[in-house]
């Protein structure tokens, strides 16, 4: 696989990367496209198939898998699968675009490994867990036991932070775009104004 450059964001859910990616996406000097992943959760409020995932039964997802179809996938909670199709990545290169991917810390991890030079893995840190349940309690698109398991898991999540090339401190999100943006530009060569 050839073609542009790679940027990770990854964080425990609720920590505002997905914020930060929109944010990102709508800077034409960046030249980013969003990759849009495959799974098997199910769709969430006004999410669309084909714009914010790939939508799929369990079987289809298992199926890709079988066949080698995967960059990189993760159960990331028990019978949710979500992964990044080959098909996906190579779609946009030959767009010409860099690709930006929301994804979880060892989906993120994965990809850096396969491409360490190409790719900028950058982790969203948020201010504390407890801050974190209280923005995924507001979100309140989910029961209080998914929201718990999300919980769980950003404290393991958490401890993965130093093996990303930066971390972004996400306590004001003004700052957070601010600097986020910088880094992509400095990686991906765009000029910015001052
Ligand atoms: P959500 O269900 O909130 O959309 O996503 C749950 C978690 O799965 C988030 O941390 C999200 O970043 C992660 N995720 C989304 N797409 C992928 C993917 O393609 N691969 C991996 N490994 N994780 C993903």
């Given at each position: 696989?050839?073609?542009?450059?790679?940027?990770?964001?990854?964080?425990?859910?609720?920590?505002?990367?997905?914020?930060?990616?929109?944010h990102l996406l709508e800077q034409p000097e960046l030249n980013l496209a969003?990759?849009?992943?495959?799974?098997?959760?199910?769709?969430r409020g006004k999410e669309k198939h084909g714009e914010h995932y790939y939508?799929?039964?369990?079987?289809?997802?298992?199926?890709?898998?079988?066949?080698?179809?995967?960059?990189?996938?993760?159960?990331?909670?028990?019978?949710?699968?979500?992964?990044?199709?080959?098909?996906?990545?190579?779609?946009?290169?030959?767009?010409?675009?860099?690709?930006?991917?929301?994804?979880?810390?060892?989906?993120?991890?994965?990809?850096?490994?396969?491409?360490?030079?190409?790719?900028?893995?950058?982790?969203?840190?948020?201010?504390?867990?407890?801050?974190?349940?209280?923005?995924?309690?507001?979100?309140?698109?989910?029961?209080?036991?998914?929201?718990?398991?999300?919980?769980?898991?950003?404290?393991?999540?958490?401890?993965?932070?130093?093996?990303?090339?930066?971390?972004?401190?996400?306590?004001?999100?003004?700052?957070?775009?601010?600097?986020?943006?910088?880094?992509?530009?400095?990686?991906?060569?765009?000029?910015?104004?001052?």
């Open positions: 696989m050839k073609g542009g450059k790679l940027i990770i964001f990854s964080a425990p859910s609720g920590s505002g990367k997905t914020t930060i990616v929109r969003f990759s849009i992943s495959a799974t098997s959760r199910p769709r939508f799929m039964r369990l079987s289809e997802f298992k199926q890709h898998i079988k066949d080698d179809d995967f960059l990189e996938w993760e159960e990331v909670y028990r019978d949710n699968f979500y992964g990044t199709l080959k098909s996906e990545v190579e779609r946009l290169w030959s767009e010409g675009k860099n690709v930006i991917f929301d994804i979880d810390v060892a989906g993120g991890l994965r990809i850096k490994k396969k491409f360490p030079d190409k790719t900028l893995a950058v982790f969203v840190k948020p201010p504390s867990v407890d801050e974190l349940k209280i923005r995924l309690k507001k979100r309140s698109t989910e029961s209080d036991d998914k929201i718990n398991m999300r919980i769980a898991k950003a404290s393991v999540e958490l401890a993965t932070a130093p093996q990303f090339d930066k971390i972004i401190k996400n306590y004001d999100l003004d700052k957070a775009l601010e600097e986020a943006h910088k880094l992509v530009a400095d990686f991906v060569g765009a000029k910015t104004e001052a």
